[in-house]
């Protein structure tokens, strides 16, 4: 059966790294976000599954992943559950929960790098929040980025193998990966800089975007670039 992925469609976000665990293991997905509006896609096919197509157990919001008759909003749980399925998961189980918390600390870093351009909150836009961005990017820059992947450089660095949870590729380093060119996009300087401290990280995601379905994902259209209306934005005066 074919997976039905649900996210906006003029942005990658938090469903890019959905997008990036199917596209590596190869399997057949469709994405609403290319379906048009007028026949069900975009924003229409969204409002669709948080509402009465989700059921009696409605997602908060995108991105969500329907498997038959099955609905599954939240990124992590998302992810979780494709793991298990795509062989995107280690076979321990101590192992399961650990790349799920590298996962969950991982959204925890996006949701400060989101927080850089929008500190007040989603609902107003970045022009009427930039005094306080431009204050919450320095702390960012400053702290919380090389924190972030100081720690992350530790656990690639003790993995003792290619990947953060031991011999395969699992839904926690792509989301690494993501997390690493969505930096490089956002903050050039200061993403350079930390990431010249942290040369496992930078190996592993290297490896990711080295990976042959990544790689051809990558080069196709299907792959949405980062732009100043999703996740990582790239405006010049909060990099420093």
């Known amino acids: 059966m074919t997976y039905e992925l649900f996210y906006w469609p003029s942005l990658p976000g938090r469903g890019e790294v959905v997008r990036l665990a199917l ?11 290319r379906l048009p509006e007028e026949k069900g896609g975009g924003v229409t ?9 989700a059921g009696g157990r409605p997602s908060f919001a ?11 909003g939240q990124t992590p749980a998302i992810l979780q559950y494709l793991g298990d399925r795509l062989g995107l998961a280690p076979r321990e189980p101590s192992d399961r929960l650990w790349c799920h918390q590298i996962q969950l600390t991982l959204g925890d870093f996006m949701d400060e790098i989101h927080d850089t351009h929008h500190p007040l909150g989603s609902a107003l836009y970045y022009a009427d929040q930039k005094p306080e961005a431009l204050k919450r990017s320095q702390v960012f820059r400053e702290h919380r980025l090389p924190k972030f992947l100081g720690w992350l450089e530790r656990v690639a660095a003790v993995s003792g193998a290619a990947w953060l949870v ?16 969505g930096l490089k996009y956002a903050f050039p300087k ?8 942290t040369p496992a990280v930078v190996a592993l ?6 990976r042959p379905n990544i790689a051809a994902y990558l080069a196709s259209d299907r792959r949405l670039p980062f732009n100043e209306d999703g996740l990582f934005r790239h405006y010049p005066e909060l990099d420093g």
């Open 190 to 197: 200061a993403a350079g800089r930390a990431l010249a401290e």
């Open 205 to 210: 995601s290297a490896r990711v975007a080295e």
């Open 166 to 181: 031991g011999d395969r590729v699992g839904y926690a380093d792509l989301t690494l990966f993501q997390c690493v060119e």
């Open 62 to 72: 995108v991105p969500v992943l329907r498997d038959g008759s099955l609905v599954i």
């Open 45 to 53: 096919g969204i409002m669709r599954i948080l509402g009465e197509e």
């Open 23 to 33: 596209e590596d293991a190869g399997v057949d997905y469709f994405d609403y976000a």
